[in-house]
């Protein structure tokens, strides 16, 4: 009787394992780049993040390159535009490029009024303050709905700041409420120059990429054929990464990689062959769970050949789209309870695993402040930074980016551990589906919303979407 209990296992172990094989030797032969770990620090906690920031904006001499989904007009981003701004009037040599999403930043923020969005404040301060920080708006689709420049990554000199985190107010916990993300410094010339050489000849050499901080930009209607050749470039980009040597004592592998569109995306298929070939354990952090297909059967692979996987995400008062219900219901308030739907289903269909233990599941929450972490953790060896969202629309529509940590040693496994220590004081662990609120507790107009979409299937939609 047990050999029939566990023969769906034995058979899922002997069928994966030429896969796992496989996935572990395209991980390893990797290009990249060989970085002394102590070149590699964790920061745990947004104004850390702020004051690396600061710090490497004030001590750049030769090069600052930013790439974010927006730099915000708020205190946040005025304290930042402030001090690039000082930075170039005290070493009129250094050259300062900022990458936005061109969308994002020529509306207002979702829920408010109309507004020409943050690009007025990037042309008030270039007039203010004359030449010197160029502020580039780059359109990844032709609309924002369908795609957006999520990639990450700040280049200051010989120094990559690395975080998921885009710039304003709460990123930055410039008042107090935060929104927690990854954050990790890397010291290191030749992954800085891979980085900012990808996004200045990537960007500067297309037509679709446009500067914001001059007055009168064009209208993206009349970009419409520019960025479609932007697109089909994007599909054959890819960072200059050297062959890897072998690793030295001290030294980690790091590998930038890009993700973007659903074919030949080199960022989803390292984060398949990381599932692929997980022996041990799989620690997964994202946002919204709304999984990609591909991620699922692959996360579904790793447990039944007895692999152990948790996942954080943060509950769904701890989402940047949740309201409160004191205040006024507005449509996008629906995902949060879209996501915490979508993760009772999956903990019901894996309650097996979550009562034997091999499934963790960990809800985060910490007063006001929201969660914002994405990345997967692989066996003690891998460790993936990067800024998708492990959703459907990160996986087919957004441009992405990651770091990929490749540690046999376990030089780095104090900070990795360390970091999940900290994330784990403000999460708690859900044993069972039921601890999460069902469709019959929710507030009556997201029970109406979510019934309506259920029935015509347009919950699929939206969660491919957004």
Known sequence: MNKLISAPRRIARRLVSPLRRKSRAWLESLPGFAVPAQAIETLHEPAAFR??????????????????????????????????????????????????????????????????????????????FGAGVRIWGVPVQSRELFGVLHLKGFVFDDTVLYSGASLNDVYLATHGRYRLDRYHCIRDRELADSMAGFVRGQFHGSEAVRRLDLPDPPSTRSLLPSIRAFRAQLQQASYARPQLPALTDGQVAVTPLLGFGRAENALNAAMLALLRSAQREIVLLTPYFNLPKPVRVAIGQALRRGCRVDIMVGDKTASDFYIPPPQPFRTI????????????????????????????????????????????????????LTGHNLNPRAWALDLENALLLRDPAGQLLAQHRAEREALHRHAVTVADYRQLQSLRRYPPEVQRLLRRLSRVRLDRLVNRLL
């Open 51 to 128: 004051q690396a920031l600061l710090t490497q904006i004030a001590q750049a001499t030769r090069r600052i390159v930013m790439v974010a989904l927006y730099l915000q007009d708020d205190d946040a981003g005025h304290e930042v535009l402030d001090a690039l701004y000082a930075a170039r009037a005290r070493h009129p040599e250094l050259e300062i490029d900022i990458y936005v999403d061109w969308h994002r930043a020529q509306r207002g923020l979702i829920g408010k009024h109309k507004s020409p969005g943050n690009a007025a404040m990037y042309r008030e301060y270039a007039q203010r």
């Open 333 to 384: 308030g629906l995902l949060p309870y879209l996501y915490e739907n979508n993760l009772r289903r999956y903990m019901r269909a894996h309650r097996r695993q979550l009562e034997r233990g091999q499934l963790v599941v960990r809800l985060w929450r910490d007063g006001d402040n929201s969660y914002h972490l994405k990345g997967l953790f692989v066996d003690d060896e891998y460790a993936l």
